[in-house]
């Protein structure tokens, strides 16, 4: 092939992708409760280590996008959108009002707010730093995003405490740091039911959102289950508003396993929010998207989910990857993430409905014949041949996952 010429470049992805086939339509993507993050799409593919590859994008372009494509749903960091030194002001509500004429002129809603706690500088000892002036600045801009999310009309507010912890040991005392920051969602809390009984509207829905570790060295509360300890420790004082919002990556970064993380929220009803994107385990927070790494197991965790009547969001947050250039971001990165999720949830519909899951799954729930029931060889004996079952299982949704039952083999 020859070298293709900068201004055939797009041109050749634009064709290439069309080629791809597969893709949903935008009225079929809206039937999807996907939300697309501001953050995601204005990326620039900055990082500790890599200078920004791509132009900045601003909400109204990224709504715009969104919209073409199918995402019925934004959510936005309070920074992504206003300046810190404007928030709480009167060119806040500016700001506000230009993104509402924009969610209504492209037909989005705003699903969920969240507030960055991390990035600057006033954060460097996190949101429950010893200064009381550090905590008070953390109710304020919490109870400020209740605010905006009330005005758009969101549904869900979410808290990432990525700067929860430390980097040398001793430099905090865990407890009250803990106490420190039960007292700044207390205060959203408070302002949520204040806001809500005002606008005559439902209170939002309180997400936490666990990591392992960045940019901290150790994270206070780095896994969902320590969220739902945390939630659960007497420290909140509205603990019923304060629910997860899990990310698949971050239960894969310390290498546990997200199906099981989240069969633990939906126990304990807590599973409100859900961040999808992908990776590699004991890894960094690659924000790949949906189903580029583990496809299979995304599959099993979308069963999980369907067989428990999930309603909730599915947020793509990923970070389109650094060699994608700003107009690859909405012609391919979005619709395919959107188009894999769609495959995977309508996949795991037919793995529900699969005659041969059902009736091994069936099997081995009935058992094997009657035996002493404090017999235990008799019991292992009687149960041998059908836990075989699990393999095959196991083997049958990876046919559904690459066609295989619908007869699709190589020749070899």
Excluded at 39 to 50: R, S, V
Excluded at 249 to 271: Q, S
Excluded at 280 to 289: E, M, N
Excluded at 315 to 337: E, H, I, M, Q, W
Aim: with cysteine; aromatic share 10%.
């Amino acid at each position: 092939m020859k070298p293709v010429p900068v201004k055939k470049q797009q041109v050749l992805v634009d064709r290439l992708m069309k080629a791809c086939g597969g893709a949903y339509s935008p009225k079929t993507r809206r039937k999807y409760f996907i939300s697309g993050p501001q953050w995601a799409a204005a990326y620039q593919g900055q990082a500790l280590f890599h200078a920004p590859t791509r132009q900045p994008v601003g909400f109204e372009e990224v709504i715009g996008e969104y919209s073409k494509i199918g995402i019925g749903h934004w959510v936005t960091h309070d920074s992504d959108v206003i300046p810190t030194e404007a928030m709480g002001k009167d060119e806040q509500w500016q700001i506000v009002e230009s993104i509402k004429k924009s969610l209504k002129k492209h037909g989005l809603e705003c699903s969920m707010v969240t507030t960055e706690t991390f990035f600057h500088a006033v954060w460097a000892a996190s949101p429950a730093a010893e200064s009381p002036q550090v905590r008070e600045y953390a109710a304020h801009r919490v109870r400020n995003t209740v605010d905006i999310g009330h005005e758009l009309g969101a549904q869900f507010a979410v808290y990432w405490p990525g700067s929860l912890g430390y980097y040398t040991q001793g430099a905090v005392e865990e407890t009250e740091t803990l106490r420190w920051y039960a007292e700044a969602l207390n205060a959203a809390c408070e302002r949520d039911i204040e806001v809500a009984r005002k606008k005559k509207r439902a209170p939002l829905k309180h997400c936490l959102e666990a990591k392992p570790f960045e940019p901290q060295a150790e994270i206070l509360l780095p896994t969902s289950d320590a969220m739902l300890a945390f939630i659960s420790s007497g420290l909140l004082s509205h603990p019923e508003m304060v629910g997860l919002n899990p990310e698949y990556l971050h239960e894969l970064m310390w290498g546990g396993a997200p199906r099981a993380a989240l069969a633990r929220a939906l126990v304990a009803g807590k599973l409100w929010h859900f961040d999808i994107n992908d990776g590699y385990r004991l890894k960094h927070d690659v924000d790949i998207a949906i189903g580029l790494v583990n496809p299979l197991d995304w599959l099993n965790v979308l069963v999980m989910l369907r067989s428990h009547n999930y309603k909730g969001p599915f947020n793509l947050d990923y970070k389109p990857p650094r060699t994608t250039s700003n107009s690859g971001v909405f012609a391919v990165s979005f619709p395919t993430a959107v188009d894999r999720f769609i495959t995977l949830w309508e996949m795991a519909g037919e793995v529900m409905e699969d005659k041969i899951v059902q009736e091994a799954i069936a099997a081995l729930k009935a058992g094997g014949p009657p035996v002493d029931t404090h017999d235990a060889d008799a019991i292992a004996a009687a149960h041998r041949e059908l836990l075989t079952l699990h393999e095959l299982v196991a083997h049958r949704i990876f046919q559904i996952l690459v066609g295989a039952h619908r007869g699709r083999t190589y020749s070899a």
